[in-house]
């Protein structure tokens, strides 16, 4: 069984940074993707790994400031979030593609999902 678990959220300033993680078990070579949803509005895309880690996507809303990692000895993804903003606050979302190709920026194209952690932005 596919399990994702999310961790890292919290409550920081702007301007400030974040580190969020993603912890995979039941699955190997995947790709891995972030995507957030805030109050009354569509979850969107915020970026995607490769199942090496060599090759990310981001959405332009972050590119630049937001960078996707991950470990796969650990089975984790990371999501290191800086100069942050308070449109950024969000819950959200580690999402697990089953297919081994494709940086896929919408929601149809994973399979599994974590539960989601809260990010807030204060002004």
């Known amino acids: 069984q596919v399990q994702l678990v999310e961790s890292g959220g919290g409550l920081v300033q702007a301007g400030g940074s974040l580190r969020l993680s993603c912890v995979v078990s039941g699955r190997t070579f995947y790709i891995m993707g972030w995507f957030r949803q805030a109050p009354g509005k569509e979850r969107e895309f915020v970026g995607a790994?490769?199942?090496?880690?060599?090759?990310?996507s981001y959405a332009d809303s972050v590119k630049g400031r937001f960078t996707i990692s991950r470990d796969n000895a650990k089975n984790t993804v990371y999501l290191q979030m800086n100069s942050l903003k308070p449109e950024d606050s969000a819950v959200y979302y580690c999402?697990?593609?089953?297919?081994?190709?494709?940086?896929?920026?919408?929601?149809?194209?994973?399979?599994?999902w974590g539960q989601g952690t809260q990010v807030t932005v204060s002004s």
């Open positions: 999402a697990l593609r089953t297919y081994t190709t494709g940086l896929r920026t919408t929601m149809k194209d994973y399979d599994y």
């Open positions: 790994v490769n199942r090496s880690g060599s090759a990310q």
